[in-house]
Antibody, heavy 122, light 107 residues
Framework: QVQLVQSGAEVKKPGASVKVSCTASGYTFTRYAIHWVRQASGQRPEWMGWINVGNGNTKYSEKFQGRVTITRDTAANIGHMELTSLTSEDTAVYYC???????????????WGQGTLVTVSS | DIQMTQSPSTLSASVGDRVTITCRASQSLSRWLAWYQQKPGKAPNLLIYKVSSLRSGVPSRFSGSGSETEFTLTISSLQPDDFATYYCQQFNSYPWTFGQGTKVELK
């Protein structure tokens, strides 16, 4: 079965960077896009961007453009999301999410990792 | 960005009730709308995609409908496992955006 296992919780100081990892199993890694979505406590989810795992192409939300980098390691079946210049507003749970196979013609968020809490505090 | 607005924000209901949640988009979405269920401390779970397609394994009491800018999620007979927060999400244009959520709580 499809599984996405994320790296552990992080505590960062303002101005620092964080890199969250997502290890995929149970399917052909290069076949489906990986998205990153974050959710602050009590707030709605917020889509950050995605990567075409097959060719490495990325698309980012303009809100995070310049601060976020999504990459993948196809040899290890791992996706990464790095966010720089952190502020307290970036405190949230970060999720990696795989495309749902039946959203043909589009893309929707079918398989979610367990989430990684990133806390930004001085 | 496309704004997604759900109503109500909180819904109090009893087991067996028919429940309807509305999601309105600030512009037409064609069929690129999904619904998710989220329980405390867990990731959202995809229930319905492309407006009305039920994900395999999701109980048939869940259904979705709508078009253009107005969509609904209906639970035909609320069960104890259904008390949760529900989000709509558009994937018509970037950035993908979510509604603010509807919390379904026990009356």
């Amino acid at each position: 079965q499809v599984q996405l296992v994320q790296s552990g919780a992080e505590v960062k100081k303002p101005g620092a960077s964080v890199k969250v990892s997502c290890t995929a199993s149970g399917y052909t890694f290069t076949r489906y896009a990986i998205h990153w979505v974050r959710q602050a406590s009590g707030q709605r989810p917020e889509w950050m961007g995605w990567i075409n795992v097959g060719n490495g192409n990325t698309k980012y939300s303009e809100k995070f453009q310049g601060r976020v980098t999504i990459t993948r390691d196809t040899a290890a079946n791992i996706g990464h999301m790095e966010l720089t210049s952190l502020t307290s507003e970036d405190t949230a749970v970060y999720y990696c999410v795989r495309d749902f196979e039946h959203c043909t013609g589009g893309s929707c968020l079918g398989y979610w990792g367990q989430g990684t809490l990133v806390t930004v505090s001085s | 960005d496309i704004q997604m607005t759900q109503s109500p924000s909180t819904l109090s209901a009893s087991v067996g009730d028919r429940v309807t949640i509305t999601c309105r988009a600030s512009q037409s979405l064609s069929r690129w709308l999904a619904w998710y269920q989220q329980k405390p401390g867990k990731a959202p779970n995809l229930l319905i995609y492309k407006v009305s397609s039920l994900r395999s394994g999701v109980p048939s009491r869940f259904s979705g409908s709508g078009s253009e800018t107005e969509f609904t999620l209906t639970i035909s007979s609320l069960q104890p496992d259904d008390f949760a927060t529900y989000y709509c999400q558009q994937f018509n244009s970037y950035p993908w955006t979510f509604g603010q959520g509807t919390k379904v709580e026990l009356k």
